[in-house]
Nanobody, 116 residues
Framework: QVQLVESGGGLVQPGGSLSLSCAAS????????MGWYRQAPGKQRELVAA???????NYADSVKGRFTISRDNAKKTVYLQMNSLKPEDTAVYSC??????????WGQGTQVTVSS
């Protein structure tokens, strides 16, 4: 059974930082591209950051220089370090594991709220 479990969301003031984690089980984690997505109320889900099995990363323009994605294959965990948070970063953040086009798994999501 495949499971992706996010943790680390919460409420933070503008300019603050949060670190999200996504722990995977039931997959050969090191083979998967892992991504963080977010969905704000009334908006479409968007890719925030992704990291390939080889460690290549890509980011949405809106988070470049502020967010960092990383992975620990031994722990089967992908991380998202979020710095200099803005109110517009408020969303439900979900992780996704992908292997090819047929194997895609999602976590349940974690709420991030940036507000004073």
């Amino acid at each position: 059974q495949v499971q992706l479990v996010e943790s680390g969301g919460g409420l933070v003031q503008p300019g603050g930082s949060l670190s999200l984690s996504c722990a995977a089980s039931g997959i050969i984690f090191s083979s998967y591209t892992m991504g963080w997505y977010r969905q704000a109320p009334g908006k479409q889900r968007e890719l925030v950051a992704a990291i390939s099995s080889g460690g290549v990363t890509n980011y949405a323009d809106s988070v470049k220089g502020r967010f960092t994605i990383s992975r620990d294959n031994a722990k089967k965990t992908v991380y998202l370090q979020m710095n200099s948070l803005k109110p517009e970063d408020t969303a439900v953040y979900s992780c996704k594991g992908s292997l090819g086009v047929q194997r895609n798994y999602w976590g349940q999501g974690t709420q991030v709220t940036v507000s004073s």
